[in-house]
T-cell receptor
Framework: GAVVSQHPSRVICKSGTSVKIECRSLDFQATTMFWYRQFPKQSLMLMATSNEGSKATYEQGVEKDKFLINHASLTLSTLTVTSAHPEDSSFYIC???????????FGDGTRLSIL | QKEVEQDPGPLSVPEGAIVSLNCTYSNSAFQYFMWYRQYSRKGPELLMYTYSSGNKEDGRFTAQVDKSSKYISLFIRDSQPSDSATYLCAMSAGGSYIPTFGRGTSLIVHP
């Protein structure tokens, strides 16, 4: 099946640090990737849609200068949380849409803890 | 009213039981329906993917869509403790659209 690799799986860092999360589709091309945030016992909250070669589209209320997204190739998108603060602590999950059938496949998430 | 409603549970069943998980929705434009399974501290895994109304079976899993009632179901036969997870429904108006997710139902299958 389609595999999406997300790295790192766990980050613990000090307030003010910038953190970069990578999302790779390993065996398919993904012109579109998505970044979600998930709080405990809550559903996925879409943060932004990332299209290869163009600027990301951010959902209402998501600061684009805070959450920088780059989608430079058909298999890689990155999310950088700039100057992270404790309120940014969360579970971040990426997904990639398979261009051939439109199905969406998820990475295993990154648990970010800002001290 | 949310676009997609899903009871968060938890739903606790004995091993071997038939499990029924459900979602209702309000947007009649939804055509594609998906079920994902999410284990703790992991990303969601696509289980079933159906288009329009009808049934689809894959092993112990059956997905059912009733567009007239705006109601979808996932049935799990002969449930196992390893099926314990959160199950999220998702749906979209088309393959190029962004899916809308339910909040997930926590399932516990006890031995």
């Amino acid at each position: 099946g389609a595999v999406v690799s997300q790295h790192p799986s766990r980050v613990i860092c000090k307030s003010g640090t910038s953190v970069k999360i990578e999302c790779r589709s390993l065996d398919f091309q993904a012109t579109t990737m998505f970044w979600y945030r998930q709080f405990p016992k809550q559903s996925l909250m879409l943060m932004a849609t990332s299209n290869e070669g163009s600027k990301a589209t951010y959902e209402q209320g998501v600061e684009k200068d805070k959450f920088l997204i780059n989608h430079a190739s058909l298999t890689l998108s990155t999310l950088t949380v700039t100057s992270a603060h404790p309120e940014d602590s969360s579970f971040y999950i990426c997904s990639a849409r398979d261009s051939t059938d439109g199905t969406q496949h998820f990475g295993d998430g990154t648990r970010l803890s800002i001290l | 009213q949310k676009e997609v409603e899903q009871d968060p549970g938890p739903l606790s069943v004995p091993e071997g039981a038939i499990v029924s998980l459900n979602c209702t929705y309000s947007n009649s434009a939804f055509q594609y329906f998906m079920w994902y399974r999410q284990y703790s501290r992991k990303g969601p895994e696509l289980l079933m993917y159906t288009y329009s109304s009808g049934n689809k079976e894959d092993g112990r899993f059956t997905a059912q869509v009733d567009k007239s009632s705006k109601y979808i179901s996932l049935f799990i036969r002969d449930s196992q403790p390893s099926d314990s997870a959160t199950y999220l429904c998702a749906m979209s108006a088309g393959g190029s659209y962004i899916p809308t997710f339910g909040r997930g139902t926590s399932l516990i299958v006890h031995p």
